[in-house]
C-alpha cells in the first residue's frame, strides 16, 4: 500500500528502532549490498517506514528505484519488473546485445517471446549493477505479494547476487503471503503495531479532540496499527452521534480494502467459518463451527478454518478461533452482504439456545422497527449484566432494546442506560441517550429522572438557592408518584452539593425537612443516612459516628454502602473511618468498572489520606483522581484532588509545587463557586508558608480568605 498524503502528513512515532536499522544498511552500502523483507499487517507503516527510508537515501546522493504491487497487474507477466526499471530503461543501451533483447522482449517492446527467466533476470542485474556504479542505489518494492510471479522471481535471483554491489533491496510484504524473497532465503524483518504510549501520541497528534469514550475505542480497534489510528477518529466522531456502539466498528473503504482483502482469496468454507466468527462474541471452535454447519447444509470440521490460519488471519487450536487484529473482524462483518448477515446471526440464535443472554443480540439483530418480545429479552440480559458487575454490557444491550421499543418502554430503556452510563463515567455515551430521550414526550417523573443524570454526569455547584429549591421539590414530586429511589436520589444530590456551596439557610431547613421525611438519620439505606449527614452535619454528628464505627466492624463492606459511608465521614471529620469505607468503596467499583464515581471517590479519599500525614497514598489517589477527572471531563474532581496534593507538597517543604496547585485549584473552582475547593486550596497555601517559616504570610492568606469569603 503507497503511503498517502495524510499519511505522510502524520507525525511517524514509535517507529526509532525501525527506522535507525533501515538506516545502517544505507551506511554500510559502499561496504556490501543487502536485501530485506519487510513483513507486516496491512496499515501497519511499513510504506512509511520505505517512503522515510527512500527520501533519506535521495538526500545521500543515492538513486532510488521503485515498484508496488497491484493486484489487478498480478496476473501480468513483468508488469512489476518494468515498473521499477521503467525510469533507467535507457541505460539498457550499454548492456550487451543479448541483455538489452531479452529485456525488450520480457516489457513487450519486441514481437519475440521473453527468453527464459534465467536470461531476463541476469540483464536485470546487469543493469542496475550498470545504475550503481555513478551511485548507490536503493530498489524499493512494496506489496510484493501482488508483484506478478516473474517478476518476483527476478527480484530473488537480484537480493542473491547483490552483495558486491552498492545495492539495497527493500521489499514489503502482508503477512499471511507467501514471499519469494523470503522462500530465496533472503532475511525478513516483522513490523510490529505500535506500542502503547507511540499509540496514544499518535492518536493525540490526528485526532486531539477526541472524547475520552471515543479515544479509547479507537486505541481497542486499532491495537496499535497506525492505518487505524489514522483513519478510525472520523468514524467514531460519526458513532458517537448513535449513542453507544455495540460489536464491530465500522471501517473506512480503505480500511475494509486493506484488511479484508487476504480475506477475499481464501475458499469458501473459509470465508464462511470467518463470517461466523466475526459476528460471534465468543471465540469456542465448536459453537462457530456449529453455527457455519447449520448454513452451509452439512458438517463441517477444523479443517475448513485452515486455509484462513495459514493465511495469518486467525489462530485456531481445538477449543478456541481469534482474529490476528481485531480490524480483520470488522472488514469480514462489513464485507458481507445483508443476507449473509441475516443467515449468520439466525445460525447463532440457534446455536446460543441455551445462553439466553447471548441469543438475545443475535435475535435482535435479525429485527427492526417495534418488536417488544425482543426488547424485553433484551433487557433483561442487561438487568443479569448489571448484577454480575458487567455495566459496560448493560448500556448497549439497553439501548438496542429500546431501539425495539416505543412509547413509554422506550423512554423508560433510553435512561436506564442513560444512568448506566453515569456509572460508567461516559458522557459522550449519556448525552446522545438523553438527547433522543428529549424528543420524545416526557411525563414529569421522567423530566425528574433527566434532570438527576444531567445533573450527575456533569459534576458542578447547583447555583442559587431557588436552584436547591427546584430540586428538592422535584424529589419530593418523584417521591409523591412513588419513586423511592429517585426521590432518595435526587435529595442525595443536592445534600452533597450543598457542601460545595452553602444555599443559605432558607433552602438548607428544606434540605433538612426533605431528609427526615425519607426516614430518621439512622436508617438502612445508606443514602438516606449519607443525606442527613451532609444536610445537618453538627446536628447528626454523634449519631453519624455511632453509625460508622458499627458498620466498619462489619467482615465484609459492600461497595455501594460504603461508597456513601465514605462521605459521610468526611463532613463529620472521621478521617480515619472514612479512609476505610474509601478505600473499600474504590476497589469495589473499579472491578465492576463503575469508573464514573472514582474521580470524586478518589480526591476525596486523597484529602483524607493528606490529613492523616499517609502522604503516599494521598498523592497515589490524588494523581489518579486527576488522570481519571481529565479523561471524563470533570475538571471539578480534578481540583479537589490539586488541592491536596498541594496539602502535601506543601508539608513536605515544596513551596513552589503548593502553590502552583493551589492556584491550579482556584482557577477552576472560582468561577464555578465551589466555595469548599476554594477553602480546600488556602490550606497548601498556608501550610507552605509555615513550612518555610513565614508566619505573617501564613496568617494573611488565611485572613484575606475569611475576608473574601
Known sequence: MVATGRDEAAPLLGRDPELSFLRSLLDEVAVHGQALVLRGEPGVGKSRLLSDTARTARERGMSVLTATGVQSEARLPFAGLHQLLRPVRGRAAELPAVQRAALDAAFGLTPEAAPEHYRIAMAALDLVSEVASDAPLLLVAEDTQWLDPPTSDVLAFVARRIESDPIILLAATRGGYPSALGDAGVPEHTISGLDDGAAEALLDAVAPQLSPGARNRVL?????????????????????????????LPLTERLERAFAARVSELPEGARLVLLVAALDDGDAIGEILRAASIIAGKDLDLDVAAPAAEAGIIDVDLQTLRFRHPLIRSAVAQSATAGDLRRVHQALADVLADQPDRRAWHRAALLSGEHEEAALELEQAATRAQQRGAVAVAVPALKRAADLSEGAARRRRLLRAARL??????????????????????DELERARVTWIEETAVTRPLGDAGRFKYLIAAAERAGAAGDHDLHVDLLWLVASR???????????????????RLGDADAEDPRVFAIHAYADP??????????????????????DAARFFGPAALVVGAFDLGSDFLRAAVDGLRNEGRLGHLPRLLSLYSGMAARRGDWEAAITAGEEAKRLAEEFAEPQWAA?????????????????????????????????????????????????ALATGRHTDAYEIRRATVRSR
Open 640 to 688: 479537589a484532588a490539586d488541592t491536596a496534593i498541594s496539602m502535601v507538597a506543601a508539608m513536605r517543604g515544596d513551596q513552589q509545587r503548593a502553590e502552583l496547585l493551589a492556584a491550579q485549584a482556584e482557577a477552576v473552582a472560582e468561577p464555578a463557586g465551589a466555595n469548599i475547593t476554594m477553602a480546600f486550596a488556602q490550606f497548601g497555601k498556608v501550610l507552605a
Open 421 to 442: 452510563g453515569v456509572e460508567l463515567g461516559r458522557r459522550d455515551v449519556v448525552v446522545p441517550l438523553l438527547h433522543e430521550a428529549g424528543q420524545m414526550d416526557l
Open 498 to 516: 450543598a457542601w460545595w456551596v452553602d444555599p443559605g439557610p432558607e433552602a438548607r431547613q428544606l434540605l433538612i425537612k426533605g431528609a427526615r
Open 538 to 559: 453538627a446536628g447528626h454528628a454523634q449519631g453519624v459516628l455511632a453509625r460508622l464505627r458499627r458498620e466498619a466492624a462489619k467482615e465484609r463492606l459492600d461497595t
Open 220 to 248: 481497542r480497534e486499532s491495537a496499535g496499527n497506525p492505518l487505524a489510528l489514522i483513519e478510525l477518529p472520523q468514524l467514531v466522531r460519526q458513532h458517537e452521534d448513535e449513542g453507544w456502539t455495540s460489536g464491530p
